[in-house]
Every structure is written in structure tokens, then in C-alpha cells.
């Protein structure tokens, strides 16, 4: 009874929640919320945070990003994959939302009255960096799970953006933004680029460990590399193919 009764508060509270949604973040870190309650919890936070897109504060936004990356590195190893899975791509919805007007304001700044100067990289290229540089790590202490869910996400990110308004998801942005956010990630030093070189590190980094651990069993022939880091680097090769 309690699990329908916190279900049906979420969905009453879809409809009408305004920015910051803290009822459904609070269903996300409350410890007696099942594995479905948060699932949905995540799919409303993501209407909301869209819906409400354009008058929330851009500090805001990107703390959202940020604490839904973190719930997915806290709970990766403890939820089901649809969870994690949820979290991750609500994270790579809000950074193609946020991509085109977070780096023309990071270009801006940059054009300030104190003369041109280097960009500093946007909030959104900050977070996706952080993503990269874990995925191309060749130490983990979590025994390869912090790799694998960056990489993971990182696909999630390459497929939100090769993705058209016709089967990207749901967020608010005319064929005209879609294409304008393709073109900023493929040509930012923080985009594509920088994504396809951490799948390529994170594929040689597996297969040298695969390799590694054949040869204290004693095999010598060649391993085939990891299937999961495999599967995760495919969406990022792929990006950078269709360019």
C-alpha cells in the first residue's frame, strides 16, 4: 500500500511541479523507495526539469546533471540496469538541451571587455569531461564499473546527438536546434572527438587486460576484448564514422 500510495503522489505531482523538482528527488534518495518508484521518479524529473527548462536557473540545471550522475555511480552496482540506465539518459537529454546555449555562453565570456581570451569549457563540456577522462582510465577501483557506466553514458550522449527531433527524445527543440546542437558537439574539442578517443582508450585499456589475465592463466593466444566495453564504445566509433 505504501509503494502505490508514493506512486500515485508522483504521478499527482507530474502535472503540476515546478523547478527544483524535490519530490522526486527526494523519491530517488529516500531508502525505502523500490527500484520502480525511483524509475519513475526519473521519468518525471526529466519532464519537469524540461518542461520547466527555460525558467529554471542555469546553475541549477547543471546541479541536476550532476547529482543524477552521482545517484547512478552511488547505486550502480546495487539497482537494476533500467534504473541506472534511466539516470544516465536523463543526465545525456539535459546536456543536448543545454549544449548550444552553454557553450555560445561560454564563447561569450571568453569575447568579454577584457580582450579575447580562451574559452573555458561550458558546464555541460565540464561534466562531459569528467565522464571521458573516467572512461579512458586505466585505474578503477570499482573493478571496471565506474568505466563501463561512463561509457555508458557517453553513448547515451553520442546517440541524443546524432539523434533528429523525429526519434531523439522528447525535449522541447525544433529540427533547426537539433541540427544547430549536432554541429556544436561535432565540432567542440569537448565533443565527439574527445568521446570517440575515450572509447578507443577504453577498448585498447580492456584489451590489455583481457591479455594481461589470459597470460597468468597461462593462455597465450589473443583475447577478444572485453563484450561490455565493446558494446558501450559502439555508439561513440559510430558518431564519429557518420561525420
Given at each position: 500500500p505504501s509503494d502505490r500510495a508514493a506512486e500515485a503522489e508522483l504521478f499527482r505531482c507530474r502535472s503540476v511541479c515546478t523547478f527544483p523538482p524535490t519530490a522526486f528527488v527526494e523519491s530517488l534518495q529516500a531508502p525505502a523507495s523500490t527500484a520502480f518508484l525511483r524509475f519513475q521518479a526519473l521519468a518525471a524529473l526529466r519532464e519537469v526539469c524540461l518542461r520547466e527548462w527555460a525558467v529554471s536557473p542555469p546553475a541549477d540545471r547543471c546541479g541536476m546533471r550532476s547529482f543524477l550522475l552521482q545517484f547512478a555511480a552511488q547505486h550502480?552496482?546495487?539497482?537494476?540496469?533500467?534504473?541506472?540506465?534511466?539516470?544516465?539518459?536523463?543526465?545525456?537529454?539535459?546536456?543536448?538541451?543545454?549544449?548550444?546555449?552553454?557553450?555560445?555562453?561560454?564563447?561569450?565570456?571568453?569575447?568579454?571587455?577584457?580582450?579575447?581570451?580562451?574559452?573555458?569549457?561550458?558546464?555541460?563540456?565540464?561534466?562531459?569531461?569528467?565522464?571521458?577522462?573516467?572512461?579512458?582510465?586505466?585505474?578503477?577501483?570499482?573493478?571496471?564499473?565506474?568505466?563501463?557506466?561512463?561509457?555508458?553514458?557517453?553513448?547515451?550522449?553520442?546517440?541524443?546527438?546524432?539523434?533528429?527531433?523525429?526519434?531523439?527524445?522528447?525535449?522541447g527543440l525544433s529540427l533547426t536546434d537539433h541540427a544547430a546542437a549536432y554541429e556544436r558537439f561535432q565540432d567542440s574539442p569537448h565533443g565527439l572527438v574527445s568521446v570517440f578517443s575515450a572509447a578507443v582508450s577504453a577498448i585498447n585499456i580492456a584489451f590489455d587486460r583481457a591479455t594481461q589475465a589470459a597470460q597468468a592463466a597461462g593462455n597465450t593466444s589473443p583475447q577478444p576484448v572485453c563484450g561490455a566495453v565493446q558494446l558501450s564504445a559502439a555508439p561513440a566509433l559510430a558518431g564519429l564514422v557518420k561525420t
Open positions: 550502480v552496482s546495487e539497482l537494476p540496469d533500467y534504473v541506472t540506465s534511466s539516470a544516465l539518459q536523463t543526465v545525456a537529454i539535459l546536456l543536448k538541451r543545454g549544449w548550444v546555449e552553454e557553450e555560445a555562453t561560454a564563447m561569450a565570456c571568453a569575447a568579454g571587455p577584457g580582450g579575447a581570451q580562451q574559452p573555458q569549457p561550458s558546464a555541460a563540456a565540464q561534466l562531459l569531461n569528467s565522464a571521458v577522462s573516467a572512461a579512458a582510465s586505466s585505474s578503477d577501483s570499482s573493478g571496471g564499473a565506474s568505466q563501463h557506466m561512463c561509457l555508458r553514458l557517453l553513448s547515451l550522449v553520442v546517440s541524443e546527438f546524432l539523434a533528429d527531433a523525429n526519434t531523439s527524445s522528447a525535449m
